[in-house]
């Protein structure tokens, strides 16, 4: 497994235009232990997508790192495998769904059967033969998961990837996603507007500010497992938190505790 260390002095946008520059993350600093579920919340434009680039190297244009450590060692993001999934699930239309999860495998794992047998965890075994323009929006999803998962990753990035599905759809990918993590243990950093997902999910939230992005309250989510939208617990936490820091998902908490 693979432990995070986020260290962003910033990250600029620069513009054509003389003092225009956007500052999208500045002095954020946060690390996640290895296994843990993690959930990063904010407002539109605090940067999370562009935090989750830099953590996969896809990014690399920052005044900062984001280092991966395995064990002792740093490693390079190309250097270890990682899983992305976005917002789209982003499927091979040409390929089918078992070609779209295989495409990511090395040959040792394609012949094994691990991408039939992910398919199968996603419930997807009878359509695996079939091309994405067949299949539901949800459905597309559970094939995107399953491929997260087919790199074998020791961290796994997800960015809004129930947005805009229906609340059952949502929610039976949330629990499927949950039992492939419980299974795995892979570390995971989840983006999310949805606080109601963030602690259903979350062993840890991370709160950002308004751009420029960076941690305003650190959140541990002590609420025992397996947990269900709706929970008493659930809605407990999410009043309270609510209460105290109305501003928080404007990510204006700037007197919570745990501010980094």
Same mark, same amino acid.
């Given at each position: 497994?693979?432990?995070?260390? $986020?260290?962003?002095?910033?990250?600029?946008?620069?513009?054509?235009? %003389? !003092?225009?520059?956007?500052?999208?993350?500045?002095?954020?600093?946060?690390?996640?232990?290895?296994?843990?579920?993690?959930?990063?919340?904010?407002?539109? !434009?605090?940067?999370?997508?562009?935090?989750?680039?830099?953590?996969?190297?896809?990014?690399?244009?920052?005044?900062?790192?984001?280092?991966?450590?395995? !064990?002792?060692?740093?490693?390079? %993001? /190309?250097?270890?495998?990682?899983?992305?999934?976005?917002?789209?699930?982003?499927?091979? %239309?040409?390929?089918?769904?078992? &070609?779209?999860?295989?495409?990511?495998?090395?040959?040792?794992?394609?012949?094994?059967?691990?991408?039939?047998?992910?398919?199968? &965890?996603?419930?997807?075994?009878?359509?695996?033969?079939?091309?994405?323009?067949?299949?539901? *929006?949800?459905?597309?999803?559970?094939?995107?998961?399953?491929?997260?998962?087919? $790199?074998?990753?020791?961290?796994?990035?997800?960015?809004?990837?129930?947005?805009?599905? &229906?609340? %059952?759809?949502?929610?039976?990918?949330?629990?499927?996603?949950?039992?492939?993590?419980?299974?795995?243990?892979?570390?995971?950093?989840?983006?999310?507007?949805?606080?109601?997902?963030?602690?259903?999910?979350?062993?840890?939230?991370?709160?950002?500010?308004? /751009?420029?992005?960076? $941690? $305003?309250?650190?959140?541990?989510?002590?609420?025992?497992?397996?947990?269900?939208? *709706?929970?008493?617990?659930?809605?407990?936490?999410?009043?309270?938190?609510?209460?105290?820091?109305?501003?928080?998902?404007?990510?204006?908490?700037?007197?919570?505790?745990?501010?980094?």
């Amino acid at each position: 497994m693979t432990a995070l260390a $986020v260290d962003i002095d910033s990250k600029i946008y620069p513009s054509r235009t %003389p !003092g225009a520059d956007h500052v999208a993350l500045k002095d954020l600093h946060f690390a996640v232990a290895e296994g843990q579920f993690a959930c990063i919340l904010g407002p539109s !434009g605090s940067g999370k997508t562009t935090l989750l680039n830099i953590v996969s190297g896809l990014d690399r244009k920052v005044d900062g790192a984001a280092r991966l450590i395995n !064990g002792s060692a740093t490693v390079d %993001p /190309s250097d270890i495998s990682i899983g992305y999934m976005f917002q789209t699930p982003r499927l091979l %239309p040409w390929l089918s769904v078992l &070609e779209n999860v295989r495409v990511v495998m090395d040959g040792k794992d394609a012949d094994l059967g691990e991408a039939e047998r992910l398919l199968g &965890e996603m419930q997807l075994g009878d359509v695996m033969d079939a091309y994405p323009n067949r299949l539901s *929006g949800g459905m597309q999803r559970r094939v995107a998961l399953a491929r997260a998962f087919a $790199v074998r990753p020791k961290l796994l990035l997800m960015d809004e990837p129930f947005v805009s599905l &229906e609340a %059952p759809t949502a929610e039976r990918l949330r629990q499927l996603l949950l039992d492939s993590w419980k299974s795995r243990r892979t570390t995971v950093l989840f983006v999310t507007h949805d606080l109601s997902e963030a602690l259903q999910l979350a062993d840890r939230i991370l709160f950002l500010s308004a /751009s420029p992005g960076r $941690v $305003v309250l650190d959140l541990p989510v002590a609420i025992d497992r397996p947990r269900k939208p *709706g929970d008493a617990a659930i809605e407990s936490l999410r009043k309270k938190l609510l209460g105290e820091y109305p501003q928080l998902l404007a990510g204006l908490a700037a007197d919570a505790p745990g501010q980094a």
